[in-house]
């Protein structure tokens, strides 16, 4: 696998502060995308990486959920859900369009634009380790801390 530089971005994040890969230096960093704030499987997800987040905190990561919500949505889910990491707004799409997680979805009949649900590891150097594509929620943060668990 060729190794992918990430270039870097800044987001609008919960918790007040914007968020800056470059701040992260020295980190893995885990950077979830999900396609809408307090549905179903994006609940599940969340739920997921919070309840295995302090091994993610003892293996060195940070985790941040990314989707096309407003910030006030995300600090509601992430209220509602007692989530201890960081959502980000990519409301211009900007960060979804880089990592070209944006698909054509059908949704009840209908064609719809959405995040496709992925997730993506990039190292403390900025070199994107890993990255996993239309997944589904269930077992899938416990998928993603056994494979930062090898870094």
């Avoid at 800056?20 to 020295?26: D, E």
């Avoid at 209220?79 to 211009?92: H, R």
């Avoid at 949704?107 to 996993?132: A, P």
């Amino acid at each position: 696998m060729s190794e992918t530089m990430i270039p870097d971005f800044e987001l609008p994040s919960t918790g007040g502060t914007p968020f800056r890969l470059s701040q992260q230096a020295g980190k893995t960093l885990v950077v979830y995308f999900y396609p809408k704030d307090s549905t179903p499987g994006c609940t599940t997800e969340a739920q997921q990486f919070r309840d295995l987040y302090p091994q993610f905190v003892d293996a060195g990561c940070v985790v941040v959920g990314v989707s096309r919500d407003s910030l006030r949505s995300h600090e509601n889910f992430k209220a509602k859900q007692d989530l201890p990491f960081e959502l980000l707004s990519d409301a211009d799409e900007a960060l979804c369009t880089q990592f070209a997680v944006i698909k054509a979805k059908t949704m009840y009949g209908k064609q719809v634009r959405g995040i496709e649900r992925s997730t993506f590891v990039i190292d403390g150097t900025r070199i994107l380790r890993r990255e996993w594509r239309a997944i589904k929620a269930p077992g899938h943060a416990q998928e993603v801390l056994d494979f930062v668990k090898t870094l």
